[in-house]
């Protein structure tokens, strides 16, 4: 069939088969199939959906579409992933890695770098001195054999129709669709090949998935996809309506979770990444017991052993684990500005969607794919939702690049403006809002 013939009859409402999508990747990654007809392709799926085989040959098709690690059939041990769909103040992939590969089950994670509101964990572990996150395969495999764990770039030639498909979806309001995220997000898991995944699905203003229904939406699909596709996967539907932790920046997170792989740290930050920990325990086959599993990730950063597998891992991938007993070798802003409280009062909402956009305005994010970060730069909030404040008080600390010192007075006022005051407390919300599990051990 045409492309224009399989464009036709996405947007008339009929189900593609397995067969027509293939034609769609594959003419798209080739090159053979335009722009201009992908577009189209794109937005008829956006207005129509996909049914579940739909969805799931668009995924297979597009982890098909170029290398594949396929990590199951190079080790014996299982090895377990874990990806987020991204929120402010996100540094759980820097904790968790270390942590449930100290607790003997091997992991590995690609990551990206951050565009708009939510940073990248590419960008937060530039900030270690020497860190090197650009591996190639064989490379990989070495850091995995020698600490059980690696974090790594997306490779440029892993999914490359994704890579197409994705740019061409940022320009054409064709972001937003279920079946093109499930799909995007679950061909780069299905490529790395591990035997199991965690999903970390955020909901709420900060997230791509602005409601707790739309969330579990997406989870259901991909947890069905890596079902399908055979893998153990579990998803957890999270809270994104105020930031994680305390920190939003790049080498201003690493320190956060370096406190928390220390055994401290802000406690939302501690329990989800405790949490997360003990599911990926589970549906790794390590443990079956999950209050068992959580004491087995909490004794883990009591003891120090997930804070000595970062060290093994930061050395393993060429960096200066020294950032571990002084955390001044990380980049550090020797600017600081108070945002204080206009009134006496509780903290009742907290926009993390704002405070993410101020954090990137800033200086610790992109604009515009390519653009330059300062490592250092960022902020912490001092006050969070529930927390009492008094007139005058520090709500927040932020650290901005000499580069934006002109905008500077403008972020403080807005800042202030994403924290709502009000009278009276309100009651604390639960940061893990839905599961949904593939292995019905959960
Ligand atoms: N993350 C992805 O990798 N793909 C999407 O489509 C959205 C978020």
Redesign the pocket.
Known sequence: MRPLEIIRKKRDGYALSAGEIREIVSGYTAGDIPDYQAAAFLMSVYFRGMDEDETFALTRFMAESGRQLDLAAHFDAVMVDKHS??GVGDKVTLILVPLVASCGVGVVKMS?RGLGHTGGTIDKLDSIPGFRTSLEIPEIMRVIEATGAAIVAQMPDLVPA?GAL?SL?DVTGT?ESLP??AS??MS?KLAVGADAVLLDVKAGRAA?MPDYESAMELARSMVGIGRRAGKRVAAVVTDMEEPLGFAVGNALEVSEAIEVLEGGGPEDLRRLCVSLAARMLIISGSCSDFPEAERRADGALRSGKALEKFAELIEAQGGDARILEDPALLPHSEWRVAVCSPRDGYVQHLDGRIVGEIAMALGAGREARGGRVDLSAGLVLERKVGDRVARGEVLAVMYPSRAVSERVPMLSEQLKGAYGLGDYPVPERDLIRGTVDSTDCL
């Open positions: 769909t991204g990206g994704d994705y979806r972001v093109l995220i995007s997000i780069k791509l």
